[in-house]
Every structure is written in C-alpha cells, then in structure tokens.
T-cell receptor
Framework: EAGVAQSPRYKIIEKRQSVAFWCNPI?????LYWYQQILGQGPKLLIQ????????DSQLPKDRFSAERLKGVDSTLKIQPAKLEDSAVYLC?????????????FGPGTRLTVT | QQQVKQSPQSLIVQKGGISIINCAYE??????FPWYQQFPGKGPALLIA?????SEKKEGRFTISFNKSAKQFSLHIMDSQPGDSATYFC????????????FGKGTKLTVNP
C-alpha cells in the first residue's frame, strides 16, 4: 500500500513570497489533515477535510493560509504572503474509519524555510 | 494553551535499559491516546495507542500505562535499543480518534550502545 505522498520535500522562499504544497493521501482515505510542525514542537493541526468538506480549520491563519481538496482526493496548502514564522515542516496525514480505528498516516512532510 | 504536557524533553538511556516518557492532559473529553515515533526527515508513525477503558496496553517492548483519575499516561520502552533512538510524541483526541490529534512537545530519546 502506497503511503501519503507530499511535494516538494524542501522549499526556500523569501518573506512575502507565495508557496504551495501538494498532498496525495492513501487511496480510499476520506479524511485528510494538514499539520504544521515548528522545530522542537509537536505537530499542530491547521485544517481537517472529510472528503472535500472542511471539518476543522479553527487554527488556520486564514489571512494568509488557504487549502483545498478538490474531488475529495489530492489537497493543496498555500501560504500567501509568507512570514518568517511560517518556517516549519508541513505534514499531511490521512485516515479512514475502516482502518485500525482512525489511525492517521503521515507523509514525509515539506520543510519550508522563509528568509 | 497546551493541552497535552510531555516530559522529559530529552532522555538518554543505555542499551537494554527502560525508557519512560510521561504525558498529562487537561481535557476530560479526550478518549484516544496514541504515541507516535518520528525519525529525522520522516513523518510521525503510530507506535501504540490506548483508550480510557483499559489501564495498560502492551505491544512487544512498548507499553502504555494510563491513569484516568490523574489524567496521565506514559510510554515504557523495555530493553531499549539504539534503533529506538527517535523523537516520541504523545497525543490525544476526542470522538474515538476521528478528531484532530493534539500533540505534546516531544521527547528526543537517545539509546547508547
């Protein structure tokens, strides 16, 4: 079974620039999550999708972050404009209620550096 | 507001020793408590999880102990191996795990050979 795919793996941008991350979840997983992991911290949820609908985006900085999940499969997360404090690893995860009780499977993440 | 507090921040043990990581939570609505293992450059991977209807769960060398009244749970790694060197995160969720995971800050474990 293929895991969660993310791209790019690394990205370096200057502040005020825009950036987009892509995630392809495990086939058949209806729930998709985007987490932000700042160095030395645990992951923090940014947004949760159920199919193509948003379940929780309470911690998403909506003035600069946006996310979409077209057709309930792939998802993109965008930051516009980026700030220095956005430097972090952005993790995508997916889950299905029919596999091991909602276990979330994480991708390798995209490491973003904002200079 | 940090809802899951994890300690210690770092831990060094000798090969064959026992590693113990502790977590405490505040939200009594949490009903799913997983532990994740993360290696450098990789995403977190589920190690073991427990629900509050049991006080202990064991899988191989890994054991979760859960104290509902104290709102605490811990991970015990028996016979620690150098390959166990990684960062460990406790987490908590509601609705049986279908909601978002709230993570602790992590514990960097180093097992010396």
């Amino acid at each position: 079974e293929a895991g969660v795919a993310q791209s790019p793996r690394y990205k370096i941008i200057e502040k005020r620039q825009s950036v987009a991350f892509w995630c392809n979840p495990i086939s058949g997983h209806a729930t998709l999550y985007w987490y932000q992991q700042i160095l030395g911290q645990g992951p923090k949820l940014l947004i949760q999708f159920q199919n193509n609908g948003v379940v929780d985006d309470s911690q998403l900085p909506k003035d600069r972050f946006s996310a979409e999940r077209l057709k309930g499969v792939d998802s993109t997360l965008k930051i516009q404009p980026a700030k220095l404090e956005d430097s972090a690893v952005y993790l995508c995860a997916s889950s299905s209620p029919w596999t091991r009780s909602y276990e979330q499977y994480f991708g390798p993440g995209t490491r973003l550096t904002v200079t | 507001q940090q809802q899951v507090k994890q300690s210690p921040q770092s831990l060094i043990v000798q090969k064959g020793g026992i590693s113990i990581i502790n977590c405490a939570y505040e939200n009594t609505a949490f009903d799913y408590f997983p532990w994740y293992q993360q290696f450098p450059g990789k995403g977190p991977a589920l190690l073991i999880a427990i629900r509050p209807d049991v006080s202990e769960k064991k899988e191989g060398r890994f054991t979760i102990s859960f104290n509902k009244s104290a709102k605490q749970f811990s991970l015990h790694i028996m016979d620690s191996q150098p390959g166990d060197s990684a960062t460990y995160f406790c987490a908590a969720s509601t609705q049986g795990g279908s909601e978002k995971l709230v993570f602790g800050k992590g514990t960097k474990l180093t097992v010396n050979p």
